[in-house]
């Protein structure tokens, strides 16, 4: 071979290697061998190129890393995105690389995908700032204060640390934007829950739950996943002005259910409805004869109702209620007066008991038996009481004077 065909070929040999040598520019994605990892940045070999360019260390991840050396070593193939030149006649290299702007665009690409699918995804929170949490999803997202929980949360500190999950509510790559929401994610799981406890529940049961939240109109009770009303006139037997009077938050109680309405998803109860009614064993509660303490509730013109259990009242006749005639109930006894009442008779079945004060009162010796029924004054309101309740003893004294 002539010298003339040597220097040709090796004139070619030359070209195209110099052809083989690609050209990089600013937003290339390349691969690049690790040579030499410092402090504060990696020095790569960019493959094809034949030049040398830097990773800076904040450049590496897209999570924060105290130690270079736990993410690369020498010898490591990277992808990475070309970010600006620097001046080849730099020392430490030509170019400006990253790595944590190509993992976040795949980041980005990925989080995209499972917005459109409504997909809920996981990740932790990594801060606690004004207005919210900030977790790492590959990426920086924000959870706004009003998105973390369905309910008030005063302090948020215990989040941080925390593995969550959401649901992403917005996002905009180009704005490095990604709105997240927990409270979506539980809100969903309560209703999916909801759905499943009101399956199973049924008209007339008793169940067990827990006293959620007071209102003035009742209490709302935790029967496990769904909240249901137990309105004020169903808490006791007894009138009860307030729940707060009876009942706290945190209460476990016996509940009936009364209705259930699937559609709205509002279940009714009633916790009085699983108590002793206050009738219950009445006759042995206030046997005849015997003595009991109660409270004046209402005056009329043929007596006055006194409240001897809670939720029980008897009737003290107008005529049982002083040894000396009077006019009204008005002239002797008040509203919320405590008084002490001899039963008369009970019958448990109608509701109904006659009581007595003044046979527990020593009567005049002057005063005479009455002799006329008709000197007493008749009820003007229904009671529900026979003529022979409301006359009591004094009708049965008329009777014997008869004979």
């Known amino acids: 071979m002539t010298e003339d065909k040597k220097v040709e070929i090796s004139n070619e040999t030359m070209e195209d290697a110099m052809n083989s040598v690609q050209e990089v520019s600013v937003g290339d994605i390349v691969k690049g061998e690790v040579l030499a990892v410092e402090d504060k940045q990696v020095v790569v070999g ?56 190509l993992d976040a665009k795949k980041v980005w690409e990925e989080i995209e995908q499972d917005f459109k699918a409504g997909k809920i995804i996981e990740a932790p929170v990594t801060n606690v700032v004004k207005g919210g949490l900030v977790v790492d999803v590959g990426v920086r997202g924000f959870v706004p204060a009003s998105m973390v929980e369905d309910h008030f949360v005063d302090d948020f500190s215990e989040y941080k640390g925390q593995t969550l999950t959401f649901k992403i509510i917005e996002i905009e790559p180009s704005e490095n934007r990604l709105i997240l929401s927990h409270k979506a994610v539980v809100e969903a799981e309560k209703n999916s829950k909801k759905k499943d406890i009101l399956a199973t529940l049924h008209d007339g049961e008793i169940v067990e739950g827990k006293v959620a939240r007071l209102t003035d109109f009742g209490a709302f009770i935790d029967l496990g996943g769904i909240d249901g009303l137990v309105h ?12 707060s009077d009876v009942l706290s938050v945190g209460d476990d109680v016996k509940v009936k259910i009364l209705s259930i309405n699937p559609d709205e998803e509002r279940v009714s109860l009633s916790i009085k409805e699983t108590l002793a009614g206050p009738w219950e064993d009445i006759a042995d509660k206030a046997a005849v004869g015997s003595v009991l303490d109660g409270t004046v509730k209402r005056l ?104």
């Open 46 to 101: 960019i493959e094809g190129a034949g030049v040398e360019g830097v990773v800076p260390a904040k450049e590496l991840s897209t999570t924060q890393v105290e130690d270079i050396n736990e993410l690369v070593k020498v010898g490591d193939i990277l992808d990475l995105v070309v970010i600006t030149t620097i001046g080849k006649d730099k020392e430490n290299g030509s170019y400006l690389l990253s790595k944590r702007r």
């Open 232 to 243: 004020v006139s169903e808490i006791a037997h007894q009138h009860v002005g307030k729940p």
């Open 300 to 403: 009329t013109s043929f007596g006055a109702f006194v409240e001897v259990f809670p939720g029980v009242e008897g009737l003290v006749h107008i005529s049982q209620i002083s040894h000396k005639h009077i006019a009204t109930p008005h002239e002797v006894l008040q509203e919320g007066e405590a008084v002490q009442v001899k039963v008369l008779e009970v019958n448990p079945d109608e509701h109904r008991i006659a009581l007595s004060i003044k046979a527990l009162e020593a009567k005049p010796e002057s005063q005479e038996e009455p002799k006329d029924v008709q000197e007493y004054e008749l009820p003007e309101e229904n009671t529900g009481f026979t003529m022979g309740d409301i006359l009591g003893d004094a009708l049965k004294g008329q009777e014997s004077d008869s004979e």
